[in-house]
């Protein structure tokens, strides 16, 4: 083997390693190889945490870009994010800082926004809102101690003798004590009752026991139920009743509602009595017809009057009708 | 007393060697063939073996972590461990443990039989400075190779480990997952620290091997214990260099 072979050699065991560098530096520096292409935005936030540059930035999980630069700005701390240019970001997106698990590293979570939004250009400023990291969540876990271990202390002390007054426990001790004739006395009864609806007597016994009377206590609840609805339905009848006669329809509701009506009641009602008045006085011609019975006895004798002619009519034929009417009646 | 004489005096002759290559430097643009043998040598010849010893490396990295990792639920960080153990430090030690054995010796055996055999004093007979033909092309063309196999090293042995965690039933991860784990956690001024870091022992390797050949006395006998030394010196000079060399580069 030549040394010109050895020399192509070594040339392309050079090139390779450059290429191998080459590479290398643009697998592992892919986070500034982006913020070359992509477009940048402005994410403002009160504390950037460990976000450093080269983290990513993803959209619903999604990596669409990296932090490109993170730089103090006034009373706040800004990330720039350079965002793929395939990207667009809706106006309504919001950013916040994130990680990925306990051991996993920060980066910058963008929501999807909605889709009608206008979309995010260059340098403009996306919003964004804080998350609590591990250690505000650290920090109120260390209050809920605080107070977990107040109210501990709290319901401690309760149960502990404080300036000669007994204790919680003294006292649920003492009231047993002064009463534990008592407790023994309801203790025994209650244990009676049980035994004695164990045994199935009387009606909570019979009822647990007796399966009859179940099905009976059940047909009467079912019926009183039927009851119930049928009287619902009754009611609702009513109901719908009055709600007609309130709205003035029928003779019932314009006898109560129609005030046209109930003025001319009122005055046939007055003219009934003006009426009523009149024929008990004997004025008027019911009024004396009612009262006097001498119309009665004249018209009975003209009656009979009539009958005496219409039997002579019978008798003397239709030419002597006329003068026998005149005769019996004048 | 006698020892620390002769440690002091090979350090010093070492570095008297430097000098005297570095004075030479002018005459390398006319060395071009020598510099392209020493790099066939140092680098197309070694590449085999380091990818081979990278590898293998990777993958016990990866088993090993992985056995642990996975009582822990973090194997997905699997990734980046390996990334970063091959980096910044096993691909560039390994690679020059590789080099003092394989290329340090033959440099030794080489040139301390070049001075049993007076041919070194043949060269100083005829003007002709050792350090600019003997030297000066070996330690050129370590400085360019050693971060070309450094890298391919790494490259290989992040291969290894991701094969290991893809095939390996207990571990079983994703060569996606692997890589994103590594290049999250593993930054290119990490590669350049461990290209820097092979560079230094690559030289050191190389200067070391030089002088101890050069400065071999006697016989047959001296050769073969003058391989000895330089790949010892080589070793524990990697290794003490590589604790003051990384705590410099973090």
């Known amino acids: ?330 | 007393m006698k020892h620390l004489n002769a440690i002091l005096a090979g350090f010093g002759s070492t570095v008297l060697l430097l000098l005297n290559s570095l004075r030479q430097v002018g005459s390398l643009p006319r060395q071009f063939a020598r510099l392209a043998e020493q790099c066939y040598l140092i680098g197309y010849t070694t590449l085999p073996i380091v990818a081979i010893l990278s590898f293998f490396i990777g993958g016990v990295l990866a088993l090993q972590s992985g056995y642990s990792m996975s009582n822990f639920g973090t194997k997905e960080f699997i990734g980046s461990l390996v990334g970063l153990s091959m980096t910044r430090e096993l691909g560039p030690v390994m690679v020059a443990v590789l080099l003092a054995g394989r290329v340090g010796s033959a440099i030794s055996a080489e040139l301390a039989s070049m001075k049993v055999y007076q041919e070194v004093d043949a060269l100083v007979t005829m003007n002709i400075p050792p350090e600019r033909i003997l030297v000066l092309p070996r330690l050129a063309a370590v400085l360019v190779m050693m971060p070309i196999l450094t890298l391919i090293g790494i490259l290989v042995g992040w291969f290894g480990g991701a094969l290991v965690c893809q095939y390996v039933g207990f571990i079983s991860l994703s060569p996606e997952k692997y890589f994103e784990t590594l290049r999250r956690y593993t930054d290119f001024h990490d590669v350049w620290s461990g290209l820097v870091k092979a560079e230094i022992f690559g030289f050191v390797v190389v200067l070391v091997s030089c002088s101890i050949g050069l400065n071999t006395r006697g016989g047959p006998r001296e050769i073969g214990a003058s391989v000895t030394k330089a790949v010892v010196t080589s070793l524990i000079l990697i290794l003490v260099l590589d604790y003051f060399v990384t705590k410099a580069l973090l």
């Open chain 1, 1 to 330: 083997m030549n040394s010109v072979q050895h020399t192509a050699r070594v040339g392309l065991l050079f090139l390779l390693g450059l290429a191998l560098i080459w590479v290398t530096y643009e697998a592992l520096g892919s986070k500034s190889a982006l913020s070359k292409t992509g477009y940048p935005i402005v994410a403002g936030f009160q504390n950037l945490k460990a976000l450093k540059q080269g983290d990513d930035v993803r959209m619903a999980g999604v990596r669409i870009g990296a932090v490109e630069t993170t730089q103090l700005a006034g009373h706040r701390v800004e990330a720039i994010l350079r965002i793929d240019k395939k990207v667009t970001i809706p106006s309504d997106a919001r950013a916040t800082i994130t990680s990925s698990g306990l051991l996993g590293t920060n980066y910058v979570a963008i929501t999807l926004g909605t889709p009608h939004a206008a979309p995010l250009g260059p340098e403009s400023e996306i919003r964004t809102y804080e998350s609590a990291d591990l250690g505000t969540v650290m920090a109120q876990l260390g209050d809920l101690g605080e107070k977990l271990e107040d109210t501990l202390g709290a319901v401690s002390g309760a149960f502990r003798s404080q300036d000669g007054q007994p204790s919680l426990f003294e006292r649920l001790n003492q009231l047993l004590s002064d009463n534990g004739n008592k407790i023994d006395a309801v203790m025994s009864n209650l244990e009676s009752i049980t035994n004695k609806v164990n045994r199935g007597e009387g009606t909570l016994g019979k009822l647990v026991n007796d399966p009859a009377v179940y099905d009976q206590l059940l047909a009467t609840i079912t019926e009183i139920k039927d009851a119930a609805n049928e009287a619902r339905g009754f009611v609702t009848g009513a109901q719908e009743l009055v709600a007609h006669v309130k709205t003035g329809q029928g003779t019932l509701g314009t006898l109560l509602y129609d005030e046209k009506a109930t003025a001319d009641l009122k005055a046939m009602m007055a003219n009934f009595a003006q009426v009523s008045e009149k024929l008990s006085k004997g004025e008027g011609t019911l009024g004396k017809l009612i009262n006097d019975d001498t119309l009665y006895t004249d018209a009975q004798a003209t009656l009979q009057k009539a009958d005496r002619a219409l039997g002579a009519m019978g008798d003397s034929g239709p030419i002597t009708a006329v003068g026998a009417v005149a005769n019996a009646l004048f």
